[in-house]
């Protein structure tokens, strides 16, 4: 692990300490990534994850420092946006030369936006915002879904969500994007039977599955779900093209397919689209 959290660097506003929370669990994954060799398109998908919730998390805390009235922010604006070519540039090296990623642009990063931003320049807006609960809830309004074409889903607390992965680290990533974006109820197995197992007791609005595991693979796992009957609408993650396997599996009611490595964005609108058609 890159680095823990700890109260040493709260800022005391509760969506800002959950965002960094966010961003120190993504490095820490790219490092446990690139310590174990793992394969690409989990490191990409990670690295997407930085990238998209990097962004999300800046606006979101110069809409509150707006609304604050913080006298600093043109130059805490023009420091975001260096951080953000920072981390944006190890994602389009990464992708320039796929399998390679040098830690040490990571851990340069971590210190720049840990040890220089949070703990210099975000505690030197913590007398301005702290307690500021308009402001927060101003900033707390925007969504994590840019350009998104229709209305976002909002109920993210009470859908029940299955992911079938036998990833660990891709589990790990699934996990930290969901929770921070509220979701509740979400149950991880790392193989098919054990899914098949678990929606029998319990079924899930929304199921994402691996297509390529051991044992069951995911088009007998969708062929599995649509003979139970279930509301569960099934959302099928490939490292092939969506369109080749939605030839593949046609007539098996996957309600969406996922490219591997995904985009942060793209998830939730997938899950959002297949909730919305399964309420």
Not at 198 to 203: D, Y
Not at 227 to 243: D, F, I, Q
Not at 251 to 275: H, N, V, W, Y
Request: hydrophobic share 45%.
């Amino acid at each position: 692990m890159l680095v823990e959290w700890s109260k040493d660097i709260e800022i005391g506003v509760d969506f800002v300490d959950a965002d960094h929370k966010v961003l120190i669990n993504l490095l820490n994954q790219i490092n446990d990534c690139v310590e174990q060799n793992e394969e690409s398109t989990v490191v990409g998908s990670v690295l997407d994850a930085l990238v998209e919730y990097t962004k999300f998390h800046f606006i979101r805390e110069e809409k509150m420092l707006e609304s604050c009235g913080y006298a600093d922010i043109a130059a805490h604006k023009e420091i975001h946006q260096d951080l953000s070519q920072q981390v944006y540039k190890i994602y389009a090296d990464y992708q320039n030369i796929p399998w390679t990623i040098n830690p040490e642009d990571i851990l340069d990063f971590l210190k720049s936006w840990l040890v220089d931003h949070i703990m210099g320049h975000d505690f030197a807006y913590r007398e301005a915002c702290v307690g500021n609960a308009n402001a927060a809830t101003i900033a707390k309004d925007v969504q994590f879904f840019e350009n998104h074409l229709q209305a976002p889903f909002s109920d993210w607390a009470s859908l029940n969500i299955m992911l079938v992965d036998d990833n660990p680290n891709f589990r790990k990533l699934i996990h930290t994007l969901l929770k921070a974006i509220g979701v509740r109820h979400l149950h991880m197995v790392d193989n098919a039977n054990d899914g098949i197992a678990k929606l029998s007791q319990r079924p899930a609005d929304v199921v994402l599955c691996d297509m390529v595991m051991d044992g069951m693979s995911g088009i007998d796992f969708a062929r599995q779900v649509q003979s139970m009957e279930l509301s569960t609408r099934v959302v099928m993650m490939t490292g092939y093209s969506s369109n080749e396997m939605r030839d593949r599996s046609s007539g098996l009611g996957i309600s969406d397919f996922l490219e591997k490595p995904i985009r942060a964005q793209s998830l939730l609108d997938t899950i959002a689209r297949a909730a919305s058609v399964a309420a």
